[in-house]
């Protein structure tokens, strides 16, 4: 049995400045730093295997001091693009309040969790709306992570009790969910700054520890 802890990034500058953050990047704020070491001291418990982050650095950041507080910093942190977060396009760094407002304008909706019931819609009306030529189709960003995840499931198949700690992002870890564990998307709100989730892989199949 495979646990991946997938864990949101530390708060940063843009989160600070309540702007959407997609592909675009920026640092950990003081507070941000704090919260990943915080949560890495709740890790000392936790015998962790491996360590995966987007290749963003704000992900990157935050499993480096998660892992450093747990004491397994001998563990290196293997970034990979496909943990990125939605490319948001020309939406991308934009105000929040004026992305989420555009979003649901598009979409003729009016709450947060419509918005969850919606995802394959929230990111075609962002791909579609898009005018950078950047913002990727809903199947491709749940190709790149269901790949990454089948393929370190595959990989680590012979080793039974392994934790995986990963890094990424909340529209990243929104679709994981959509892949998953739709229900619990559908009851979800904001996914805060270093939320953790447990997902487990028996061997043959995927599913969140509740």
């Not at 004491?71 to 929040?96: F, H, P, Y």
């Amino acid at each position: 049995m495979i646990s991946f802890y997938i864990i949101r990034h530390g708060e940063t500058l843009l989160n600070r400045l309540n702007r959407a953050q997609g592909w675009s990047d920026s640092p950990l704020t003081d507070n941000g730093k704090k919260a990943a070491v915080e949560l890495g001291s709740a890790f000392q418990a936790v015998r962790l295997d491996a360590a995966y982050a987007s290749d963003t650095l704000r992900a990157a950041e935050t499993a480096k001091l998660i892992l450093e507080a747990s004491g397994t910093d001998g563990i290196t942190v293997q970034t990979d693009k496909r943990l990125r977060e939605w490319c948001l396009g020309s939406m991308d760094a934009e105000r929040n309040t004026v992305f989420i407002q555009a979003v649901s304008d598009w979409l003729g909706v009016s709450s947060f969790s419509e918005l969850n019931k919606r995802l394959p819609d929230v990111a075609a009306a962002i791909y579609g709306h898009d005018t950078t030529g950047m913002a990727e189709p809903f199947d491709e960003i749940l190709s790149r992570l269901r790949g990454i995840l089948e393929e370190l499931a595959q990989n680590d198949s012979a080793n039974e009790a392994r934790s995986i700690l990963i890094v990424t992002h909340a529209f990243a870890i929104k679709t994981i969910l959509y892949l998953f564990a739709r229900e619990q998307l559908y009851d979800m709100d904001k996914i805060k700054n270093v939320a953790v989730l447990k997902l487990i892989y028996d061997g043959g199949n995927f599913y969140f520890e509740k």
